[in-house]
């Protein structure tokens, strides 16, 4: 009898429920602070003793000048800089990234809960005040956090994989003027990155959709509690369930609309259909698959690539080739020096949707008065910052149901014994997450869904507004008085997270200083333009109709109104909008700061600058009707075989 065995015959003998001696969220909160801030010290240490300005072990670092600097490791810059450097083994490669290697807290998928709010690996940035949204935010102001490691933003986030819809992509190739951006031309390489092991890999037109093989794994996992029933309740309903990730986001029934040949009749006939489906994620055997993990770490390090850590990029140098600026190399703070590096042939700008503009104001390509108001020279006037979208979300809920996910009764040592051994159970699972919809509104422009929602199945338990505060930044004390005494007494419970998947909203971003430590002022404009409300008011109420009227879900809204909406009749339109107003804020997939068609070129080139590319979240013109992972890491394949096809 092997190990495995050993343990699995002594752990059935136990209780099925063997809790934790304390509170799994109190002990969770407390011990992933400390053994965060201990990891990233230990890394920190371990870097300046073998990687340091002064005396680097690692000889692909040992140089000033290199073929290709990527500045950012995260969702996008891990897997540019691998391709690149595998493209070629004669060019060497460099890639900065601000942050360290991921805790391995960060590879436990349920701990994506209460990652964020770690100064330690995590940008922790605030929105402006917004006047739209977010009124319950602490001082209505929306959280909008970053990972800062190897892996960026992929090492934090929530590993849902979902694609978008093909006439997202098909309005990118409009913005870039070139149909190479179209879904048809972009499907390979979202399918070139792939190895999909998902809820949908047994479908006959799984190989047609999905790619096999490449090297982020794509799973589904085995703990979604309540998910069989939200389906059920979906069909009830004439909902599709499908693959998201497929033929359709809306389901099969939208082929027949669009090829009906009467189609006025039909439209009405068929209006608004929606795909419901379980969650495709990007773990491997159970943990976080972020980009470093299955780019760098575990599938092969190229002898070209140096990365180094802890190493922030505080400009992008130039200089001036017959009149045209030129990208020569960039200058970086590391262990407290102070550096300058040069490119041969690129400098690639992959630092996020918040990163990559700061970077490209603070050496002067942005617009130009803003530029000067700063004092800082102007290299290219361009719209950089202009074009800030984000999802943003709404809660629905929460509906009084069993089963959900209660930290402090299902975390126990079972569950972590399960997750170790098989990488199955509840803590193989991002926390919560169970099953999610597609829904087209009245306001949707052009005519295709426009809404996204998660099932989010998580009790009332006593701790809740305090994780819900540190999750999406709403005030405490809101929380605490609405869910009382529901969550003092540990009540089952799912929420919807509902959000606008194609804004009409838009932001902005603007440097506060120019110093390179500053947070940017990030205004993102929650729910400026009322349609983005409209849109979030019909899918609320359509999540509504789903809960209280089917028989699968036959649960009830939560009683009690929302803090600050009780004077509104409840569930009345005006009382759904106001709870909209309150409860609403980032879901952290900020995009288009450096839009493909304004900022870059098709090629992803710095427009009127030679030498610099952006390839990373930023570029993203439109935000796609989905979580944004996918079409980032998809957009930095494209961008690889950009630049490998120029070498
Ligand atoms: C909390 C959260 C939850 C999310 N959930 C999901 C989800 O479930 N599914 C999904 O599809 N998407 C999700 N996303 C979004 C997704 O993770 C991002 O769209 C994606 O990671 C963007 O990749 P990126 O390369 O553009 O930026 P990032 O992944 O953020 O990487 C940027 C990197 O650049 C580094 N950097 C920045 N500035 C500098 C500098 N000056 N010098 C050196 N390095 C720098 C950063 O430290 C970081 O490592 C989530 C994001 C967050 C934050």
């Known amino acids: 009898m092997g190990l495995v065995d050993g343990l699995n015959t002594v752990l059935n003998a136990l209780p099925a429920r063997w809790p934790l001696p304390l509170p799994a969220s109190a002990v969770i ?27 680097s072990l690692d000889p692909k670092c040992q140089f000033t000048s290199f073929d290709y600097i990527v500045v950012g490791a995260g969702g996008a810059g891990m897997v540019v800089a691998t391709r690149i450097a595998n493209a070629s083994s004669s060019n060497r490669v460099l890639l900065l990234e601000a942050g360290g290697e991921p805790s391995i807290l960060n590879d436990i998928p ?35 956090t970053r990972g800062k490691m190897l892996g960026g933003s992929t090492a934090v986030n929530f590993m849902m994989y979902v694609r978008g819809n093909k006439e997202d992509f098909n309005r990118w190739a409009t913005d870039a003027g070139d149909n190479q951006w179209n879904y048809e031309n972009l499907l390979p390489y979202f399918k070139k990155s ?13 190989t047609q959709y999905h790619g096999k093989g490449g090297l982020l794994n794509i799973a589904t996992h085995d703990y979604m509690p309540g998910a069989d029933e939200f389906l059920a309740a979906a069909t009830e309903k004439g909902y599709t369930i499908g693959d998201y ?14 090829n009906a040949p009467i189609h006025i009749p039909v439209k009405l006939f068929l209006a608004y259909p929606s795909v419901f489906s379980k969650i495709d994620v990007t773990t491997q055997d159970g943990w976080r698959e972020n980009t470093y993990r299955a780019f760098y770490k575990d599938t092969g390090k190229p002898n070209n690539l140096c990365i180094k850590k802890y190493a922030h990029v505080t400009k992008i140098n130039f200089r001036n080739v017959e009149g045209k600026p030129r990208a020569t190399g ?7 020096l102070t ?27 942005g617009p130009t008065s803003h530029l000067q108001s700063l004092k800082i020279p102007v290299v290219k006037d361009l719209p950089v910052g202009q074009n800030l979208q984000d999802h943003t979300y709404t809660i629905v809920g929460p509906f009084m149901k069993s089963p959900s996910l209660n930290p402090n009764r299902d975390v126990t040592v079972q569950a972590a014994t399960s997750f170790l051994l098989s990488g199955s159970g509840a803590l193989a699972a991002p926390a919560g997450l169970a099953g999610q919809a597609f829904f087209r509104s009245p306001v949707a422009q052009p005519d295709y869904a426009d809404l996204q929602v998660v099932q989010f199945s998580v009790a009332l338990y006593p701790e809740l507004p305090r994780d819900l505060n540190k999750f999406f930044g709403i005030r405490t ?65 359509k999540v509504v109709d789903l809960f209280e009227n089917s028989t699968s879900l036959n649960t009830p809204i939560f009683p009690k109104p929302v803090p600050g909406c009780e004077n509104l009749t409840f569930k009345s339109d005006e009382y759904y909008r106001c709870v909209i107003k309150n409860f609403s804020g980032s879901l952290y997939h900020h995009v288009g700061t450096c839009a493909l068609g304004k900022v870059v ?27 944004t992972q996918a079409s980032t890491i998809m957009v930095a394949e494209k961008g690889s075989d950009l630049i490998i096809a120029d070498m």
Not at 40 to 46: E, F, G, I, S, Y
Not at 245 to 258: F, K, P, T, V
Not at 345 to 359: D, F, N, Q, R, W
Not at 602 to 621: H, M, Q
Request: charged share 20%; net charge negative.
């Open 194 to 206: 792939e190895d999909y092991n998902g809820a949908y890999a047994d479908d006959s037109s799984s």
């Open 330 to 336: 960039v200058t970086y703070q590391r262990h407290n």
């Open 601 to 627: 070129d098709n090629k992803l080139k710095v427009k009127g600058i030679d030498g610099l590319r952006v390839i990373d979240a930023s570029v993203i013109p439109r935000t796609p009707n989905a979580n």
């Open 339 to 365: 550096r300058t590096v040069t490119a041969r042939k690129e400098v690639i700008v992959s630092a996020g949707t918040i990163g990559s503009p700061k970077l490209l104001l603070l050496s002067g390509v």
């Open 245 to 258: 990730n497929g033929e359709n986001q809306e389901g099969r029934i939208l082929s027949l609309y669009h």
């Open 29 to 55: 909160v407390t011990a992933l602070t400390l053994a965060i801030n201990s990891w990233v010290t230990l890394d920190m240490a371990q870097d300046v003793a073998t990687n340091s300005e002064l005396l």
């Open 110 to 144: 349920s701990m994506d809960f209460f990652l964020l709010n770690q100064p330690a690996n995590t940008w922790i940035y605030n929105s402006t005040v917004q006047t739209k949204a977010c009124q319950n935010c602490d001082g209505k102001r929306t959280l909008t």
């Open 477 to 541: 004390d809101i929380l605490e008085n609405w869910f009382d005494p529901y969550n003092k007494e540990n009540t089952d419970a799912r929420f919807l997270v509902l959000w606008v998947g194609r804004p009409k909203s838009v932001g902005n971003l603007t440097l506060a200083s120019n110093n390179p430590q500053d947070n940017p002022n990030i205004d993102p404009q929650y729910l400026a333009h009322p349609d983005d409300t409209e849109a979030l008011l019909y899918g609320f109420k």
